[in-house]
């Protein structure tokens, strides 16, 4: 399933495919290659390639899952269309308008936005007891 997206300037398409929690892998064909695992194997996956062109990015994305003679289903069907493909172009498509929050890490000098409280210093058995 091909999608082209229009990014801003500022935008790189390893910032924004990392965001959509893609990893960059190789350069194939002048596109670049990315790749999200379903599960912690590293079949299935979700396969990405990425063209730079006219101010934005085509996305080339299919379904990549491991077969028993190693051949690939990149000439299948099935791995361009269909539900499972749908949705992780539309996952993509909100993540990239900003309609999906996206995890962000604290850097040093940045404000905690964490709900859950601070860690206080451990106590020992011996001050929990007698204070």
């Given at each position: 399933?091909?999608?082209?997206?229009?990014?801003?300037?500022?935008?790189?398409?390893?910032?924004?495919?990392?965001?959509?929690?893609?990893?960059?892998?190789?350069?194939?064909?002048?596109?670049?290659c990315y790749h999200r695992r379903?599960?912690?194997?590293?079949?299935?996956?979700?396969?990405?390639?990425?063209?730079?062109?006219?101010?934005?990015?085509?996305?080339?994305?299919?379904?990549?899952?491991?077969?028993?003679?190693?051949?690939?289903?990149?000439?299948?069907?099935?791995?361009?269309?269909?539900?499972?493909?749908?949705?992780?172009?539309?996952?993509?498509?909100?993540?990239?308008?900003?309609?999906?929050?996206?995890?962000?890490?604290?850097?040093?000098?940045?404000?905690?936005?964490?709900?859950?409280?601070?860690h206080s210093k451990k106590r020992?058995?011996?001050?929990?007891?007698?204070?």
């Amino acid at each position: 399933m091909k999608k082209f997206f229009a990014v801003p300037p500022s935008a790189t398409q390893n910032s924004l495919m990392a965001q959509a929690g893609f990893k960059r892998h190789c350069i194939d064909s002048g596109r670049t290659c990315y790749h999200r695992r379903i599960h912690d194997p590293a079949f299935p996956r979700f396969h990405a390639l990425v063209a730079v062109r006219d101010g934005g990015f085509e996305l080339d994305l299919h379904f990549d899952a491991h077969d028993l003679n190693h051949r690939g289903n990149h000439g299948d069907e099935w791995a361009y269309t269909g539900e499972r493909v749908n949705t992780e172009m539309r996952r993509i498509a909100n993540i990239f308008a900003g309609n999906m929050p996206v995890r962000k890490i604290n850097g040093p000098n940045t404000q905690n936005t964490s709900t859950t409280k601070p860690h206080s210093k451990k106590r020992s058995i011996f001050e929990i007891l007698f204070r």
